[in-house]
């Protein structure tokens, strides 16, 4: 693994760092840290920047600066630099000129907005700083701010209201996991941005959660100092800590759902799961039209046609659908599909299914869980929290075989 961070230590100071490090780790209920960590995890004394793109590239948006010095400079080579420790509320905007602040042209291709404290763009408030892009006709949003910063915006998100400490502490290290993953990979270093701020990447709104989930920021900013640095490893490597909203009773290997699980594909393998049953997903029903099949097939690329004389699924492991199978048209002809792409092709909440019966002009579908069911199953982890589970139990129910590494 490449370390993009401060040079490698020397051997002595790594000892004695992951000593300490170990201690911290025992302290924050970690249970045993990894000791077959290979060195360049324990390089970093503060944690990696992230880019992550704000929403989709748009012709302009609202910035607000508080009262606080800030700078924006040009990054595009030109000498665009305005400084001030005013208050700001302004529109940027893409024109043929350059970047817009202020209602006039900056002649800058690329922005570099440095507050001490805090920005606000399209009415959510972030830390770090902000990077404006103009490509084309649009602009590009882009925050980089610290991995733990990051981290704080994302967990209230993904789990949402009313979770115990210990299960936002879990989606922390998982998420953080996810993080310092895409930081570690090659060309990350120059990479515009790392993540997207949506279910694409990790959901992340800055501070500002939103106001019907009643969570507030600090308490989010607390839950991930209290696991400062920690992420998941097996056999001494990271690795991708997939998770996803309700597994219906077990989670999936990772295979199945058609994410790659790397070198970890034990801790990745699935595992039954008796904790998400308060979940309103846990059992679902939908109902598919012929029509809605054909157009979901044709959709991924796998065109089928009328009439739809049948819907056969092979299951794997606990119950997540490995392939469908579509007997279709005229002379009847089959058409495969891996099973995580027949879910998206009938629109369905997972491909947990249990039981296709036919119906007038199309099909029943019975089914489990929502998402693609592998790692952490997250209406599980609130519930085990609420059972009393530390943030550790609950990542290792999810992650058999895992051990912890805290890598600043
Ligand atoms: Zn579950």
Redesign the pocket.
Known sequence: MTSLGPPARTRGTVRSALLAVCLGALALGLGSCGGNLTPSLMANTAPPLIRVRLGAPRPRARLALPAHPWTIRSTSGDSYVLRAASEVQTELAANSTGIVIRGRSTGAAALRIEPDDFFTLDGRVYDGHLLVTQVDETLVFINELDLETYVAGVIGNEVGPGAEPATYRAQAVAARTYGWMRRQEREAEQAAFHVYDSAASQVYTGRSVPAQYGIRYDDMLRRTTETRGAILTYEGRPFRAYYAS??????TAAAVSGLDPGHAAEPLRGVA????TS?KY?RWTAHVTDAEVVAGFKARGRPVSLPIHAIDVTRARGGWVSEGAVRYGASGQTRTIPGHELRSALGLRSHRIERITRESGGWVIQGR?WGHGVGM?Q??AIEMGKKGASESEILRYYYPGIAFAKVY
């Open positions: 309700t597994c219906g009773g077990h989670t799961c008796a904790h998400c979940s846990y869980g199953c209406v599980g």
